[in-house]
């Protein structure tokens, strides 16, 4: 069964470089959800669309941003990158009826 | 404010016998509940549901047990096996005030064989 893909997998960066996390959710799913997870820290909610719209935002810097786009595939913006973005990033996605959210195996980002 | 706990950060289970990780929540609205495994450096998979109405779930080995008046959801893991050992994250969410979901910090199981 197809899965959530998230790409790339990985990504090195240096301070103050800009980058750009993909997130393809499951065929038929409307929701996306972001999340950051630092070393040794449990997964934070950054943002969520719904229907190509946000719906829900949660820790996310200003210096993010994300959209879902009109194959409800979505993209995590990420500027003037600092030494504490270093994570992993996961997306989920969920159906309509939000039982279950399916996770992708995360992007790590490291910046340098 | 940390609203979703999981007050053990490891838990050591011989093979074969029950393996219970619980997980405390402070916010009474919450009315969903999850469980999720995790592997290192994969994404966490999501294992079983409960939702507020309910006091038990059960999916083949895993069953999940929620104690509203005591704030208090565990997954009992039975048999326990080697490749169950992994890092397990409780989630809640208030369903009718939007669709985040607050994790807990995760309790990290060794199933030794």
């Known amino acids: 069964a197809a899965g959530v893909i998230q790409s790339p997998r990985h990504l090195i960066k240096e301070k103050r470089e800009t980058a750009t996390l993909k997130c393809y959710p499951i065929p038929r799913h409307d929701t996306v959800y972001w999340y950051q997870q630092g070393p040794g820290q449990d997964p934070q909610f950054l943002i969520s669309f719904y229907e190509k719209m946000q719906s829900d935002k949660g820790s996310i810097p200003d210096r993010f941003s994300a959209q879902q786009f009109s194959d409800y595939h979505s993209e995590l913006n990420m500027s003037s990158l600092e030494l504490g973005d270093s994570a992993l990033y996961f997306c989920?996605?969920?159906?309509?009826?939000?039982?279950?959210?399916?996770f992708g195996s995360g992007t790590q980002l490291s910046v340098l | 404010d940390q609203q979703v706990k999981q007050n053990s950060p490891s838990l050591s289970v011989q093979e074969g016998r029950i393996s219970i990780l619980n997980c405390d929540y402070t916010n009474s609205m919450f009315d969903y509940f999850l469980w999720y495994k995790k592997y290192p450096a994969e994404g966490p998979t999501f294992l079983i549901s409960i939702s507020s109405i309910k006091d038990k779930n059960e999916d083949g080995r895993f069953t999940v047990f929620l104690n509203k008046s005591a704030k208090h959801l565990s997954l009992h893991i039975v048999p326990s096996q080697p490749g169950d050992s992994a890092v397990y994250f409780c989630a809640a969410s208030d369903t009718n005030t939007g669709n985040q979901f607050y994790f807990g910090t995760g309790t990290s199981l060794t199933v030794i064989p």
């Open positions: 989920a996605s969920g159906d309509r009826f939000r039982e279950k959210l399916f």
